[in-house]
């Protein structure tokens, strides 16, 4: 069966340093694989995905993803931190072809000046 | 394009009222999803509908849910009688064919 596992509920960051989001996925095809943004009061916002072609995904506001195969993993990365970052981030997998997504816990990204 | 419309955003209602929430998808798509966010529980899916017609309602907590889709651009989830265990933001999302869910704004309902 499809999962997906964010490793730790809350990530703290000083403005301008690296963010590094984890998600580990279990899926018995290949996947396609998202990032979601919730900012606070509002909906999920589509950041990023992985549909098959280049495996380094680029996507809104900086952030990137890399799809490894080997390790079962896409995490979220962007090389410096804004304060507006500060956000919900929600790893997501579909097995290709189906029409659901399973979303993973989130993450709760916050940024210190 | 308006994106995903909700309504209303925010709903405050008696337990045993019932309550209706609605959603427009965006024009063309054909996938229509309504989740349920809590922070026990986080983001769960409740049913979703394909072409109008409900796929999977494998989430619906219980009979006290319902929900339609009679037409492309339009859904209702329906909670009757309602109870404040029910208290969480919905979501309605839409997708095409390329597998990307589109998020309306939510409805925060509070059930006393």
């Known amino acids: 069966a499809q999962s997906v596992t964010q490793l730790g509920s809350h990530v703290s960051v000083s403005e301008g340093a690296l963010v590094l989001l984890r998600c580990n996925y279990s899926?018995?095809?290949?996947?396609?694989l998202f990032w979601y943004v919730q900012y606070p009061n509002q909906g999920l916002q589509l950041l990023l995905k992985?549909?098959?072609?280049?495996?380094l995904v680029k996507g809104i506001n900086g952030f990137e993803a890399e799809f490894k195969k080997s390790e079962t993993s896409f995490h979220l990365t962007k090389p410096s931190a804004h304060m507006s970052d500060a956000a919900e981030y929600f790893c997501?997998?579909?097995?290709?072809?189906?029409?659901?997504?399973?979303f993973g816990t989130g993450t709760r990204l916050q940024v210190f000046p | 394009d308006a994106g995903v419309i909700q309504s209303p955003r925010h709903e405050v209602t008696e337990m045993g009222q019932e309550v209706t929430l609605r959603c427009k998808p965006i024009?063309?798509?054909?996938?229509l999803f309504w989740y349920r966010q809590t922070m026990m529980r986080g983001l769960e899916l409740l049913i979703y509908?394909?072409?109008?017609?409900?796929?999977?309602d494998s989430g619906m907590p219980e009979d006290r849910f319902s929900a339609k889709m009679p037409n492309a651009s339009f859904s209702t989830l329906k909670i009757q009688p309602s109870e404040p265990r029910d208290s969480a933001v919905y979501f309605c999302?839409?997708?095409?064919?390329?597998?990307?869910?589109?998020f309306g704004p939510g409805t925060r309902l509070t059930v006393t």
């Open positions: 999302a839409s997708s095409g064919t390329t597998y990307e869910q589109y």
């Open positions: 899926s018995s095809v290949p996947p396609y």
């Open positions: 992985y549909t098959s072609a280049a495996t």
């Open positions: 997501a997998v579909s097995d290709r072809g189906a029409d659901k997504l399973i």
């Open positions: 024009s063309g798509h054909d996938y």
């Open positions: 509908f394909n072409n109008n017609v409900p796929i999977d």
